[in-house]
């Protein structure tokens, strides 16, 4: 269904009122809601909107390497609903299960993302192809971190789309090993790659691809030039206040903005 020859391939694809192809898609926000402090998130849900950003990206409940880390927050999830009132932007929410994935429909998030570590999860893709496929929700399918190729990736998506939802972003977010001093092996370049098999939009995530906001803009430059239709990046009015991901890798609000113009510019040349 996700082959370029499928019938599907003609659709004209509008995702936050954007006109997938016409233009670039811009998701930011912080990688993890932190419930303890909602001023935070609602105001860089203000930020992320002055910066160009047309979705809004936030961490409920997060999939953490130690079991002692921060896991996520129902909480998490009511801000981010307060946040998408005031700024009209939709919401990019994970899910790790079929529990939070019927708390995510039922709060009618816009974009359900899947995340790495679940990118092989046949029984997660099938619930969410299966139960998102009646209602308008988008899917974002991270790339799994050791996903060779773009077969094994697009075999993965093809999941979501055989259940029934066929409007899934494919997210290149790094592979593992990673390399060079980068948190995992970047990988916007497979962009080229999968956009000659596929009609689904790519939408890449400089933010995880490369783990530190210094270099999250030349990253994110690459992406749109190797093609990309989008991006999402990890963003915070004050990065060091942020929890998860963010005091690295989240830029703040000029940096963000700085980004986007650059990278409209370069999709314009
Ligand atoms: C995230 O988007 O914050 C996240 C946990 O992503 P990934 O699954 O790519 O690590
Ligand atoms: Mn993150």
Redesign the pocket.
Same mark, same amino acid.
């Given at each position: 269904l996700l082959d370029k020859s499928s019938e599907l391939a003609n659709q004209r694809l509008v995702l936050g009122g954007v006109p997938i192809g016409e233009e670039p898609l811009f998701i930011a926000g912080p990688?993890?809601v932190n419930p303890q402090n909602p001023q935070l998130t609602l105001e860089t849900a203000d930020a992320v909107k002055s910066a160009g950003a047309q979705l809004l990206?936030g961490?409920v409940w997060?999939?953490r390497t130690m079991p002692y880390s921060y896991q996520g927050d129902h909480n998490a999830l009511e801000i981010l609903i307060e946040a998408r009132e005031k700024t009209g932007l939709p919401l990019v929410v994970?899910v790790m299960d079929e529990e939070q994935l019927k708390i995510a429909l039922e709060a009618e998030v816009d974009v359900l993302?899947i #995340?790495?570590?679940n990118a092989l999860n046949y029984s997660l893709l099938k619930a969410v192809g299966r139960l998102s496929a009646p209602t308008r929700s988008w899917i974002l399918l991270?790339r799994g971190?050791h996903m060779a190729d773009p077969d094994e990736f697009l075999s993965a998506a093809e999941y979501l789309a055989a259940e029934g939802n066929p409007r899934i972003l494919l997210?290149p977010?790094?592979t593992m090993p990673k390399l060079d001093g980068y948190r995992n092996h970047p990988d916007e370049s497979i962009t080229p790659l999968l956009k000659e098999r596929t009609w689904a939009p790519v939408v890449c995530?400089p933010s995880?691809s490369t783990g530190h906001a210094s270099y999250v803009p030349a990253a994110s430059l690459a992406a749109i030039a190797y093609g990309a239709d989008g991006l #999402?990046i990890?963003a915070n009015v004050e990065p060091r206040k942020g929890i998860?991901?963010d005091p690295k890798q989240a830029l703040d609000p000029a940096a963000l903005e700085k980004t986007i113009r650059q990278c409209r510019a370069l999709w314009n040349l």
């Open positions: 990688c993890t990206r961490g997060k999939p994970e993302q #995340g790495t570590r991270k971190r997210c977010r790094g995530d995880h #999402g990890e998860g991901d």
